[in-house]
């Protein structure tokens, strides 16, 4: 079935930046991110008779993508098997290593926070969803959310402080 014969697929594939930009956020592997975005999708499809026209499909998808994510972490536990970030050893010596530098030392602060913080830091600094929306997504009362954010970011603050600067 095309995107054409069902307009709910294209939607999906149009969500597809944003669902991906999320999964790197709480996932920090390349290859994981993009299997958990794949995850979400296949769910989505499979359950497309569950989502109500005229309601969000980006809340509906990025619960869909949460609910894919804690039941990963759960098997991996299980497995006893967490995956290493290979991205920690790219770009060795090229000439944007400072950048670069920089960019591992938040995603490693990020790595640092509770899943429930990193959840929170993906939805709302790094996709930019309004607070509301957010707290919709991951079905929590906006002012939990909104502590939850202010601790992430405290966090950071103090995790990244040490971190050499540039502009």
Do not use: C
């Not at 095309?2 to 930046?17: F, Q, R």
């Not at 869909?64 to 010596?93: L, P, Q, T, Y």
């Not at 990193?118 to 929306?133: K, N």
């Amino acid at each position: 079935m095309t995107s054409a014969a069902n307009p709910l697929h294209g939607e999906i594939a149009a969500l597809l930046p944003r669902l991906r930009r999320f999964a790197r956020s709480i996932v920090f592997n390349r290859d994981d991110a993009d299997d958990l975005v794949q995850v979400a999708v296949e769910r989505a499809l499979n359950r497309s008779a569950q989502w109500e026209a005229g309601t969000r499909l980006d809340s509906w998808m990025f619960r869909i993508m949460k609910n894919a994510w804690i039941d990963e972490v759960r098997s991996r536990i299980r497995r006893d098997n967490i995956f290493a970030s290979e991205e920690a050893g790219e770009h060795v010596g090229d000439g944007f290593a400072e950048a670069h530098q920089q960019r591992l030392a938040i995603q490693k602060a990020i790595s640092l926070l509770s899943e429930d913080h990193r959840m929170v830091v993906g939805l709302v600094l790094v996709d930019g969803m309004a607070y509301q929306e957010a707290a919709d997504v991951l079905e929590l009362p906006l002012g939990t959310l909104m502590s939850r954010l202010a601790r992430a970011r405290s966090a950071l603050q103090a995790s990244l402080s040490d971190q050499p600067r540039t502009v």
